[in-house]
């Protein structure tokens, strides 16, 4: 009895063992493959894929079928439809096939031999519209055949192959890919090759770059032992292609015969999708195309280059005002000014660096301005200045004041200059360029904000020393110096030019004086302080601030 129950629970699980051995083995039935991907058209990207059952093509499939994803994301709508009977269109091959010593008759089985008789079948088996060329390679790689249709052409120059040398197969799919810049057809690379790499210039990474970067399915085949499987393997896997393995040059043929089945089937579907990009930078994108049919799935990728267009991108450039002077132990207001932002991307985040040396002045705080109402603003300490973030839900699109920084000057004795640079802006949205600027604070010392010079030689000339604070609101203190003795005047004029204020110094003897301007009534904004003296004249910028 127990025995006749350890026989029904053993078939039981022979069963259950068979079927899923037998769904595994429908599910690997299922494969889908990316012909052409087209971006010829962007924003509109094509793509004719088809999708086979073992052997034969899948029929009866519609859009409904697949799903299309561009760098992980879900695409929609997709459109298009499938043709049961359409031929994939020709194909341009790029046959590369090894030759080093351990091809030959000396050091091997005489592989060779059997690698020129499967691709000279290969040949026979291409379509009326195909095309087909020869590179073989040892130590280096050689240019055997361009392009052309004639298979009698092409199968003499295959069996004129001759065996020598090492082995340089990522050479030689680096020259293969060049050769294939510009090919209109499908483009499918046949390597072969019975040894590792040991005489090439370039990696396999940049040889896996190569065929990506032009659109090149690669269809890999290891001969023999001597090999780097995972390398030719992931070669054609990043290019939807496949890696075979042969174990003996009597298996090329059937390699070569089922290579001929994946290019040639018949059962086309063609895909379209509007792409989301817009930043149109000449970047690499992978496209993923899944396709599911009677609870089976399966995925292919191919890349694709968008176009080089620099008007796609955005600008952002962040300034304050290049000429500042503050007195030690005193405030100032720098206003950190929009100077240039895109409307194609308005941002709504700004952050920035801003550098200056932190034991001559202090950050305060950061305030808003009309731009940025709403916004939040946190502030960082950097090992020279702080880093100063702003956010908000409201896109900035006009330029101006972006923010006030507050600063407090150190107390010191001596007169000294600061750099203050901003830089290091980042913006959310991508393909955004940005920029900062370079300026100083001249923070004036307590002494010679004290000391009265004596009168000044007359070989010196008059000059306008400092405007503090600036920005000023409505009140800045004017220091100057007069090398003779006589009347001064200050002028403002605004930003067109129009004069708005005059105003005539109170000391009018030989030697340092300070005065103020009242900017009562004028509007914020820049202005240019004018300081005539009788043997000379002077300017400064100057912004007011409310």
Same mark, same amino acid.
């Given at each position: 009895?127990?025995?006749?129950?350890?026989?029904?629970?053993?078939?039981?699980?022979?069963?259950?063992?068979?079927?899923?051995?037998?769904?595994?083995?429908?599910?690997?039935?299922?494969?889908?493959?990316?012909?052409?991907?087209?971006?010829?058209?962007?924003?509109?990207?094509?793509?004719?894929?088809?999708?086979?059952?073992?052997?034969?093509?899948?029929?009866?499939?519609?859009?409904?079928?697949?799903?299309?994803?561009?760098?992980?994301?879900?695409?929609?709508?997709?459109?298009?439809?499938?043709?049961?009977?359409?031929?994939?269109?020709?194909?341009?091959?790029?046959?590369?096939?090894?030759?080093?010593?351990?091809?030959?008759?000396?050091?091997?089985?005489?592989?060779?031999?059997?690698?020129?008789?499967?691709?000279?079948?290969?040949?026979?088996?291409?379509?009326?519209?195909?095309?087909?060329?020869?590179?073989?390679?040892?130590?280096?790689?050689?240019?055997?055949?361009?392009?052309?249709?004639?298979?009698?052409?092409?199968?003499?120059?295959?069996?004129?192959?001759?065996?020598?040398?090492?082995?340089?197969?990522?050479?030689?799919?680096?020259?293969?890919?060049?050769?294939?810049?510009?090919?209109?057809?499908?483009?499918?690379?046949?390597?072969?090759?019975?040894?590792?790499?040991?005489?090439?210039?370039?990696?396999?990474?940049?040889?896996?770059?190569?065929?990506?970067?032009?659109?090149?399915?690669?269809?890999?085949?290891?001969?023999?032992?001597?090999?780097?499987?995972?390398?030719?393997?992931?070669?054609?896997?990043?290019?939807?292609?496949?890696?075979?393995?042969?174990?003996?040059?009597?298996?090329?043929?059937?390699?070569?015969?089922?290579?001929?089945?994946? !290019? =040639?089937?018949? #059962?086309?579907?063609?895909? *379209?999708?509007?792409?989301? @990009?817009?930043?149109?930078?000449? %970047?690499? +994108?992978?496209?993923?195309?899944?396709?599911?049919?009677?609870?089976?799935?399966?995925?292919?990728?191919?890349?694709?280059?968008?176009?080089?267009?620099?008007?796609?991108?955005?600008?952002?450039?962040?300034?304050?005002?290049?000429?500042?002077?503050?007195?030690?132990?005193?405030?100032?207001?720098?206003?950190?000014?929009?100077?240039?932002?895109?409307?194609?991307?308005?941002?709504?985040?700004?952050?920035?660096?801003?550098?200056?040396?932190?034991?001559?002045?202090?950050?305060?705080?950061?305030?808003?301005?009309?731009?940025?109402?709403?916004?939040?603003?946190?502030?960082?300490?950097?090992?020279?200045?702080?880093? !100063? =973030?702003?956010? #908000?839900?409201?896109?900035? *699109?006009?330029?101006?004041? @972006?923010?006030?920084?507050?600063? %407090?000057? +150190?107390?010191?004795?001596?007169?000294?200059?600061?750099?203050?640079?901003?830089?290091?802006?980042?913006?959310?949205?991508?393909?955004?360029?940005?920029?900062?600027?370079?300026?100083?604070?001249?923070?004036?010392?307590?002494?010679?904000?004290?000391?009265?010079?004596?009168?000044?030689?007359?070989?010196?000339?008059?000059?306008?020393?400092?405007?503090?604070?600036?920005?000023?609101?409505?009140?800045?203190?004017?220091?100057?110096?007069?090398?003779?003795?006589?009347?001064?005047?200050?002028?403002?004029?605004?930003?067109?030019?129009?004069?708005?204020?005059?105003?005539?110094?109170?000391?009018?003897?030989?030697?340092?004086?300070?005065?103020?301007?009242?900017?009562?009534?004028?509007?914020?904004?820049?202005?240019?302080?004018?300081?005539?003296?009788?043997?000379?004249?002077?300017?400064?910028?100057?912004?007011?601030?409310?």
């Amino acid at each position: 009895m127990i025995r006749h129950f350890r026989f029904i629970l053993q078939s039981v699980a022979a069963l259950l063992c068979a079927f899923a051995l037998f769904a595994e083995t429908a599910q690997a039935q299922l494969s889908i493959s990316i012909d052409t991907l087209d971006a010829s058209q962007f924003p509109t990207i094509r793509a004719k894929v088809k999708v086979r059952s073992g052997s034969s093509a899948l029929t009866g499939l519609s859009v409904a079928n697949f799903t299309v994803f561009e760098d992980g994301l879900i695409q929609a709508p997709v459109t298009g439809g499938c043709d049961d009977t359409a031929q994939s269109g020709p194909v341009s091959v790029m046959l590369i096939i090894d030759k080093s010593n351990s091809m030959g008759p000396i050091i091997g089985s005489n592989a060779i031999v059997d690698a020129k008789s499967a691709a000279t079948k290969f040949v026979d088996r291409l379509g009326a519209g195909d095309e087909a060329a020869l590179l073989s390679f040892n130590d280096s790689p050689s240019y055997d055949q361009n392009w052309t249709a004639d298979k009698t052409l092409l199968k003499n120059r295959i069996n004129a192959i001759r065996t020598s040398g090492g082995t340089a197969v990522w050479d030689a799919i680096i020259t293969g890919a060049i050769y294939m810049r510009g090919r209109v057809n499908r483009k499918v690379m046949i390597v072969l090759t019975d040894g590792v790499d040991t005489e090439s210039n370039s990696s396999f990474n940049a040889a896996r770059d190569s065929v990506q970067k032009n659109n090149v399915r690669v269809y890999s085949i290891g001969l023999g032992n001597n090999i780097n499987t995972s390398e030719l393997r992931s070669l054609a896997t990043a290019t939807g292609g496949r890696y075979y393995n042969a174990p003996s040059g009597a298996d090329l043929d059937q390699i070569y015969q089922d290579i001929t089945n994946q !290019i =040639t089937p018949t #059962g086309i579907c063609e895909l *379209r999708y509007q792409s989301r @990009l817009t930043c149109l930078d000449g %970047s690499l +994108h992978r496209v993923e195309i899944e396709v599911r049919h009677s609870n089976m799935d399966d995925r292919d990728n191919r890349n694709y280059t968008l176009p080089y267009d620099s008007t796609s991108f955005s600008y952002i450039t962040l300034a304050s005002d290049a000429d500042l002077a503050v007195d030690a132990g005193a405030s100032i207001t720098v206003p950190l000014q929009l100077t240039r932002v895109s409307s194609n991307r308005p941002p709504r985040l700004f952050r920035f660096d801003v550098i200056y040396d932190t034991t001559l002045v202090r950050l305060d705080s950061v305030t808003r301005s009309r731009l940025t109402t709403g916004y939040s603003i946190t502030t960082a300490a950097l090992a020279l200045g702080r880093r !100063i =973030t702003l956010n #908000g839900s409201t896109a900035v *699109r006009d330029t101006g004041i @972006l923010a006030f920084a507050h600063f %407090s000057a +150190h107390d010191r004795t001596e007169s000294v200059k600061t750099p203050f640079v901003i830089q290091a802006v980042e913006v959310d949205p991508a393909c955004t360029i940005t920029a900062g600027n370079n300026s100083s604070i001249t923070i004036n010392g307590v002494c010679r904000q004290a000391v009265q010079r004596a009168p000044i030689r007359s070989t010196q000339k008059s000059v306008l020393l400092a405007v503090s604070p600036n920005p000023f609101n409505p009140v800045a203190r004017i220091r100057y110096r007069l090398a003779l003795d006589g009347p001064a005047v200050l002028r403002l004029y605004d930003t067109f030019g129009r004069l708005v204020r005059e105003t005539a110094v109170a000391s009018t003897t030989a030697g340092e004086h300070q005065t103020v301007v009242d900017g009562g009534g004028l509007a914020s904004g820049s202005y240019l302080l004018e300081f005539i003296a009788p043997d000379s004249r002077d300017t400064r910028r100057i912004s007011l601030l409310k």
